[in-house]
């Protein structure tokens, strides 16, 4: 007896004598199906169940001149039936479209561009705003010494006060002051009082800038400039003192170290920055567009036109559209069309 396999439509000739009992089964050896094989009964038998399956419409019997067509019918109907089974279990198969994965990759390259710069910010940032509060206060406090030298050796307090009081007015300087070699402060003002607490106001206000203020960074012996941060008034201040040479006094130039990091943070987030964002936003959406139309469209349209082809469709004609390697996935299923279709014309002759 002719036995044929349901998926992949292979031949296999049974002894039936060799069938013990009713049911045998057996594995395809070239997909590995189990194919169940059920042993003949009696003529009568079997006369009655074929009368019995014409009454409830599953049986179909063939006359001895049965047409090509129909001979061709029945060789390639359990090609037809694996082939319903494969499209109705392909449409449950489970995993992500291909649009998910891109825009996954998408995503993820995001992710780690805003994580290089995140990691650059917090890394470098910092420093360059040391470095520029650094420069800022040393060239202030230069110039400052410099220019009350002279002044201070003639023991002309005016100047030495009028040229402090320049000083603190300049942007971001919260104190400029000047203490003689004694460690009396010859001249001090502060740019800004009601950036302060009340109680430091208050004092400024009464006694001028107190002196221990000054005495949180100490000029070392035999150095002649140092900076810390302080913090003065409730606020968080960048301190340089420097020596003034041959008047053994020292002058104190204070930096608010807030407005330095304003300044620098709104060049980082600023609407430029944002404008930056939103244009690779915009430009990773149309290459997510452009992808997803390019390889995921041409995608399922093959495999839609390839399940036409497996239930029968012979005669349908797979287009190529799409990348280069689409293209030739859509070629090489025109080809097998033309050679299951060759093979299906030779079955039936």
Not at 18 to 33: D, L, N, P
Not at 35 to 47: F, M, T
């Amino acid at each position: 007896m002719l036995v044929i396999c349901e998926d992949c439509a292979k031949r296999y000739n049974i002894d039936e004598n060799r069938i013990t009992g009713e049911k045998a089964k057996f594995s395809c050896k070239e997909c590995g199906h189990i194919i169940v094989v059920e042993k003949p009964q009696a003529a009568a038998s079997l006369s009655e169940s074929k009368q019995s399956a014409d009454e409830k419409g599953m049986a179909h019997v063939t006359s001895g001149t049965e047409s090509p067509e129909e001979r061709l019918m029945t060789k390639i109907s359990p090609l037809i039936a694996a082939a319903s089974m494969r499209k109705k279990s392909s449409s449950k198969s489970k995993g992500l479209p291909l649009a998910a994965y891109i825009l996954l990759t998408l995503i993820t390259g995001f992710l780690m561009v805003g994580g290089a710069f995140g990691y650059l910010y917090f890394e470098y940032i910092p420093e360059i705003i040391n470095h520029q509060i650094e420069l800022r206060t040393a060239v202030i406090t230069e110039s400052f010494s410099g220019v009350i030298q002279k002044p201070l050796l003639r023991g002309d307090d005016q100047q030495v006060n009028k040229e402090a009081q320049r000083a603190s007015k300049l942007p971001g300087v919260a104190y400029a002051a000047v203490i003689n070699s004694k460690g009396d402060m010859v001249a001090g003002f502060v740019s800004d009082l009601d950036r302060f607490n009340k109680k430091f106001e208050m004092r400024v206000k009464a006694k001028g800038i107190p002196v221990e203020v000054f005495a949180q960074n100490k000029l070392p012996f035999g150095v002649d400039r140092a900076n810390t941060r302080i913090t003065v008034g409730g606020q968080t201040i960048y301190d340089e003192v420097a020596s003034i040479p041959e008047s053994g006094g020292e002058v104190h130039v204070g930096i608010y170290v807030a407005d330095v990091d304003d300044a620098i943070r709104e060049v980082i987030v600023s609407p430029l920055t944002f404008s930056i964002l939103a244009t690779i936003l915009v430009v990773g959406f149309i290459i997510f567009l452009l992808l997803t139309r390019a390889i995921a469209k041409p995608m399922q349209e093959l495999t839609n036109v390839a399940n036409r082809i497996s239930l029968g469709e012979m005669d349908l004609v797979v287009k190529s559209s799409g990348p280069r390697e689409m293209r030739d996935l859509a070629s090489a299923f025109e080809r097998m069309r033309h050679s299951i279709k060759g093979a299906l014309e030779r079955l039936s002759k």
